[in-house]
Nanobody, 120 residues
Framework: VQLQASGGGSVQTGGSLRLSCAAS????????MSWYRQAPGKQREFVAR???????NYADSVKGRFTISRDNAKNTEYLQMNSLKAEDTAVYYC???????????????WGQGTLVTVSS
């Protein structure tokens, strides 16, 4: 299973970006999908999560500005980021709980990360 994140880039304060993360491989089903981020010199932190049924939760720091969504038919999750701030600058990583074909269990997979830079 591979998770391919895309959509990062440079944007000015107050701008918007939309990240995507597509899962591919021998996938039977995907449970929760999430986004995390890691700023320079800091630990990786949780950003947002969406269940297979569409329930969402967010870090307090992004509530009201970021929206997580998913397209189950495409095994893809999205992160719409609005009103971006300098402190949102980080490498953003996608994560998914995937059950592969022939397996009874869900395992945790990570994407390679995509850099978001917000400047004034």
């Amino acid at each position: 299973v591979q998770l391919q994140a895309s959509g990062g880039g440079s944007v000015q304060t107050g701008g918007s970006l939309r990240l995507s993360c597509a899962a591919s491989g021998s996938i039977f089903s995907i449970d929760a999908m999430s986004w995390y981020r890691q700023a320079p010199g800091k630990q990786r932190e949780f950003v947002a999560r969406i269940t297979s049924g569409g329930s969402t939760n967010y870090a307090d720091s992004v509530k009201g500005r970021f929206t997580i969504s998913r397209d189950n038919a495409k095994n893809t999750e999205y992160l719409q980021m609005n009103s971006l701030k300098a402190e949102d600058t980080a490498v953003y990583y996608c994560n998914a709980d995937v059950r592969t074909r022939g397996s009874r269990w869900f395992n945790d997979y990570w994407g390679q990360g995509t850099l978001v830079t917000v400047s004034s």
